[in-house]
C-alpha cells in the first residue's frame, strides 16, 4: 500500500519559520512529480510548490522567496523549508506526489495526497 506522511506543522509567529516534511513509502517505482499545496478556511486549495524528477521546484506567488521545497533524493521525500511567515500562509497544507508503484503484479502510476498537517501564523 502506498502512503504519503506529513509532519512539521504548528503554531508559529509573524516572520518565524517552519519546516514541512513528506515522505511516501510502499511499492514505489519512481517519484514522477511532489508537491506542496494548501487550503485556507472558506478558499480553494492552492499550490504552494511542486517539482517533478530531476527538475527545479516551481512556486507560487505568493510565497516566492519565501519557501524553499527540496527533495531528498535518497528517498521518496521532500522538505518545505518555509520562512517569513506571514498571517495568510495559515492553512492545511497538504503533501502531493504522482507515484509509479506496483500493485497486483501490475504497475500503475497515481496521484497520491497526504492527510494535511495544519499551519498557524499568528501572534
Known amino acids: 500500500q502506498v502512503r504519503l506522511v506529513e509532519s512539521g506543522g504548528g503554531l508559529v509567529q509573524p516572520g518565524g519559520s517552519l519546516r514541512l516534511s513528506c515522505e511516501a513509502s510502499?511499492?514505489?517505482?519512481?517519484?514522477?512529480?511532489m508537491g506542496w499545496y494548501r487550503q485556507a478556511p472558506g478558499k480553494e486549495r492552492e499550490m504552494v510548490a511542486t517539482?517533478?524528477?530531476?527538475?527545479?521546484?516551481n512556486y507560487g506567488d505568493s510565497v516566492k522567496g519565501r519557501f524553499t521545497f527540496s527533495r531528498d533524493m535518497t528517498k521518496y521525500a521532500g522538505d518545505l523549508q518555509m520562512n517569513s511567515l506571514k498571517p495568510e500562509d495559515t492553512a492545511v497544507y497538504y503533501c502531493n506526489a504522482r507515484m509509479t508503484y506496483l500493485r497486483s503484479s501490475r504497475y500503475h502510476t497515481d496521484d497520491f495526497w497526504g492527510q494535511g498537517t495544519q499551519v498557524t501564523v499568528s501572534s
Open positions: 510502499g511499492s514505489i517505482f519512481s517519484l514522477n512529480t
Open positions: 517539482i517533478t524528477s530531476g527538475g527545479r521546484p
